[in-house]
């Protein structure tokens, strides 16, 4: 796994060994290709950040700034490396999204929000999607304009309610890929 694009194009990004399932470099190309120079200027949001992948592409590529969210300490830890290895700069918040989203992120802070939950595989598994979309403190904290990437199990129905719309919902291998905007 590297950066694809940018500032810091060919660092190769530290994964540690745990059940962190990073993006792919062809889902992550997928993605900075479709929003093209949004990225430029944005102020990010990468929510289960996993090793920052998704974050540090969006700087590489010319985002203003990126608030990295994750749990998991190895995962902040490998964030962290990662950042010093491509000498970019983020804010990495170590912290349940939802707590996050609920206390820190204030109204219209973010013009692009990226999403890359664990999938629910089985029955009774916590299926962070629903919960994402749901999420009255992440609507808010997009700005207006914003966009909202969501990573998910590939024909999984998305519980878009009245929030949401789809704008671009893509298979790529054994991930999906849907950019929302909120319905106004």
């Known amino acids: 796994m590297r950066v694809i ?36 200027g944005a102020r990010v949001l990468d929510l289960f950040a996993g090793t920052g992948a998704l974050g540090i592409e969006a700087l590489s590529r010319g985002a203003a700034s990126v ?34 989203l609920d206390r820190s992120a204030a109204p219209a802070s973010f013009d692009l929000i990226l999403a890359d939950p664990p999938y629910s595989k089985a029955p009774g598994e916590r299926d962070f999607a629903p919960e994402l979309l749901a999420s009255e403190p992440l609507r808010r904290a997009l700005a207006p304009g914003g966009i909202f990437i969501l990573e998910h199990l590939p024909g999984a129905a998305l519980p878009l309610g009245e929030h949401w719309e789809i704008a671009r919902d893509k298979r790529y291998g054994a991930t999906a890929v849907a950019f929302l905007r909120p319905v106004k």
Do not use: C, W
Request: hydrophobic letters at 45%; aromatic letters at 8%.
């Open 5 to 40: 694009a940018g500032a810091a194009r060919g660092v190769p990004l530290h994964t540690p060994r745990s059940e962190l399932r990073p993006t792919m470099d062809v889902v992550k190309g997928a993605i900075f290709s479709s929003v093209g120079e949004f990225v430029i």
């Open 67 to 100: 608030t990295f969210v994750e749990n998991d300490r190895r995962a902040v830890a490998a964030i962290q490396r990662n950042l010093e290895k491509t000498r970019l700069a983020g804010a990495v918040q170590s912290a349940d999204v939802f707590r996050f």
